[in-house]
C-alpha cells in the first residue's frame, strides 16, 4: 500500500498516489492513468511497479475537471461518466502535470526518471517521449498515438509500446502507421499482442488476457530496468 504527496504544477498543486520499493530504488516511474482515474486498478499498477524495486508516483491527470476520480470499468454509468471525462481532458496540460512530476520526484533525488502509462496514459506517455526530459517511456495500448507521429521526431529516449492486434479502440490502420513512422528507429520498440483487445493488461476487465499481460509485463520491467537503474 502506499500514499499521497501533493506536487506543485505550472497550472496548480495536484495530488499524486506513490507506492515505495522496500529496498534501494531501481528508479522511478511516473503512471499516466487510464479514464478511470487513478483508481485501484492504477494504484495497483504503482505498487506492482515498487515491488519490482522502483519508486512509483501516478498524479491525477484529472484534476482540472474533478478531483480524486476513483471509478471502475464495471458498470455502464461508470463507462458514461469515464468517456465524458476523456473527451474534455486536454491532453498538453497532462503532458504539463506529468513533467512537473517528473521534476518533483528529480528534486526529491531521484536520479532517472520513466514515464509509463494505460489506454488515455499510453498517449500521454508516449507524449512525454516527445516533449519531456524523462529517461524512458512505456505506453500500454496508447489511444490517438497515430494523431501524433509528427512529434516522433522529438524522441531522444528509450520507447517501448505495447499493443493488442484485435484492439477495438486503435484499429489496425493506426497501428500500422504508428510501426511504419518508427521502423529502424533504434530507440522505438513496439511489440503487437495476438488475438487481445483493448486494455488487455488491466485486471479485473473484459478484455484481460493474462499471458499477454505477463509477458509485456516482463518486458516492460527489463526495458525499466535496463533503462533506469
Known amino acids: 500500500m502506499g500514499d499521497w504527496t501533493n506536487i ?9 498516489y506513490v507506492a515505495r520499493p522496500s529496498g534501494q530504488s531501481k528508479g522511478t516511474v511516473v503512471l499516466a492513468q487510464e479514464i478511470f482515474g487513478v483508481n485501484a ?21 484529472f484534476w482540472r475537471l474533478e478531483k480524486d476520480v ?3 470499468d464495471q458498470s455502464e454509468a461508470e463507462w458514461a461518466k469515464a468517456m465524458g471525462l476523456m ?7 497532462g503532458v504539463r502535470d506529468m513533467s512537473a512530476t517528473i521534476a518533483a520526484a528529480r528534486g526529491w533525488g531521484a536520479k532517472k526518471v520513466g514515464v509509463m ?11 512525454c517521449a516527445c516533449r ?23 524522441i531522444k529516449k528509450p520507447l517501448l509500446m505495447h499493443n493488442a492486434a484485435k484492439d477495438a479502440f486503435i484499429p489496425a490502420s493506426a497501428q500500422d502507421a504508428i510501426s511504419a513512422a518508427f521502423a529502424g528507429n533504434p530507440l522505438v520498440t ?8 483493448h486494455a488487455f493488461t488491466r485486471e479485473g476487465g473484459a478484455h484481460y488476457h ?9 518486458r516492460t520491467i527489463a526495458f525499466l530496468t535496463q533503462n533506469l537503474a
Not at 506543485?8 to 499524486?16: I, P, V
Not at 488515455?120 to 506517455?125: D, E, F, N, Q, S
Not at 524512458?136 to 509528427?150: E, N, R, T
Request: net charge negative; charged share 25%.
Open 117 to 127: 502509462g494505460y489506454c488515455l496514459g499510453g498517449l500521454v506517455a508516449y507524449l
Open 41 to 61: 486498478v492504477m494504484r495497483g499498477k504503482a505498487d506492482w511497479l515498487a515491488s519490482e524495486g522502483f519508486w512509483a508516483l501516478a498524479p491525477d491527470l
Open 210 to 218: 493474462h499471458p499477454s499481460k505477463q509477458l509485456a509485463d516482463g
Open 190 to 197: 513496439i511489440y503487437t499482442y495476438a488475438d487481445v483487445d
Open 132 to 154: 519531456t526530459d524523462c529517461d524512458a517511456s512505456v505506453a500500454y495500448h496508447g489511444g490517438g498515438i497515430h494523431m501524433h507521429l509528427d512529434e516522433g521526431k522529438s
Open 70 to 72: 476513483d471509478i471502475t
Open 8 to 16: 506543485e504544477g505550472q497550472d496548480g498543486a495536484f495530488r499524486a
Open 87 to 93: 473527451k474534455r481532458f486536454n491532453v498538453d496540460a
